[in-house]
């Protein structure tokens, strides 16, 4: 049975798309302030990408200006959620879980803690991590906790919507990992588990 558990945040304990508005209105509407030196249609689809993908690689992949750069990272980095978010409606599962609970997520810090205030969730969790991706990744944070707890691999599951971070990352370390591919962007990944929801998380578990 699996009693410890290293869980994603977005589009895992909540999803962009609904709560688009609160996490982002005000996002993009600086960003189309900043020259970012991509064309309206790129721009479009970078939009998109955000609700899925951490910012600094939606940046790499279109090809942001680097001239504007450090006003767009010195404003992510001050930014937080201060509108009220909706959990999934599959997020039971995850607080009906026995055991210790961490979230592991990449992003900006302050911004990432505000999403958990405003989700209302704080107390479901032990510790929140937040990963700069710009010096780090998911794997360094989990081997991290593993150390500093003293945990066992074969106790942890690890839960989240990212077949090329947590998921991957998890199953390098001899972690079980929990794929949740809601809108089947991931059919060929690999995982232990993998849902479309999250209705067999227990299963998974071994609860």
Known sequence: ?????????????YFTKPNEEQLMGELYRFLESVDLGISDKDFQLAKQEMLRTPFLKVAKKYGFRKEAMPEVITYLHNREVTKALKPSDDYHYIKSLKGRKFIVTAGFEKQQLSK??????????EEVHVVDVSVSNKKDVFKK???QHNLNVDDILIIGDDAES??????ELGIST?????????????????GNDLSRLHEAAGQ
Do not use: Q
């Open 116 to 125: 958990v205030k405003m989700l209302g969730i704080a107390d479901d969790f």
């Open 166 to 171: 947590e998921i991957k990352f998890g199953l």
């Open 145 to 147: 906790l593993i150390d």
């Open 1 to 13: 049975m699996k009693h410890i558990f290293f869980i994603d945040l977005d589009n895992t304990i």
């Open 178 to 194: 929990f794929l949740l591919d809601s809108g089947n962007l991931h059919p060929k990944a690999e995982s232990t588990f993998r």
